[in-house]
């Protein structure tokens, strides 16, 4: 009996000091929901810069999009559209040439609307006058380029200033706290300043991206003007039926 009695008690407190023991399934999911970040919270840290950030990424995002939709409708090719024009020319019918070229509008047939304008002329003024309207339609084409560009460069150097002075402010009032520093306030100033670099960091590299597309797109054109042009020139050239 007095062992059963032993056993009794020792099971008793084995069961007491279970229940003073703190659930620790609860702590490790308390300390993870605390670990976890919100991202647009975090954004909202970074500052002002922040804001001139998503300023830079909607006007790229705009710019983008306006010249993917420009380009594309240029880059479209008509495989007969040629055909058109030499059976006119050789047949003599220039208003229909020309009609043909305000119908097709891109900037290949401007530039041989340009080309038939001037026959009749030497073909070194031909050639002329048809690279000068290419070179305006590349330009157009190219609107909006350069402010891309700058933001591609811009946009991480925004986000190490606002690094910089994110820092300043952390060791700014760490210096004012003197003998009562608290790791948190430095470590808390610190993650919340290179939130900036990581946003410049995203909208340049994107918007470098983009921009990179963009002149590939736009080079593709200018091989398509140029073909255009050799074809118009040789036409030109090709004795009537």
Request: charged letters at 15%.
């Amino acid at each position: 009996m007095n062992v059963l009695i032993l056993l009794q008690q020792v099971s008793n407190q084995a069961a007491d000091a279970a229940g003073t023991l703190p659930d620790l399934t609860q702590t490790v999911d308390t300390v993870t929901t605390e670990a976890q970040i919100n991202i647009l919270d975090l954004a909202l840290k970074g500052g002002w810069i922040m804001g001139v950030l998503l300023l830079l990424s909607i006007v790229a995002i705009f710019i983008f999009i306006q010249r993917v939709m420009i380009i594309r409708r240029a880059n479209r090719r008509d495989e007969g559209f040629m055909n058109r024009i030499r059976d006119y020319i050789h047949d003599g019918k220039i208003d229909s040439a020309i009609n043909l070229c305000h119908k097709t509008r891109n900037p290949g047939a401007r530039m041989i609307e340009k080309g038939i304008s001037r026959l009749g002329r030497p073909m070194n003024d031909v050639l002329v006058a048809i690279e000068n309207v290419g070179n305006m339609e590349v330009a157009k084409l190219e609107k909006g380029f350069p402010v891309l560009a700058t933001i591609a460069a811009g946009a991480p150097m925004l986000g190490f200033l606002g690094t910089v002075t994110g820092m300043v402010r952390a060791f700014f009032a760490m210096a004012n706290a003197g003998t009562n520093v608290d790791v948190t306030l430095l470590s808390g100033g610190i993650y919340e300043a290179l939130v900036t670099t990581v946003g410049g960091l995203v909208v340049g590299i994107v918007t470098l991206f983009g921009y990179n597309y963009l002149v590939a797109q736009v080079d593709s054109v200018i091989n398509n003007m140029e073909a255009r042009t050799m074809e118009f020139m040789d036409l030109l050239n090709e004795p009537a039926n």
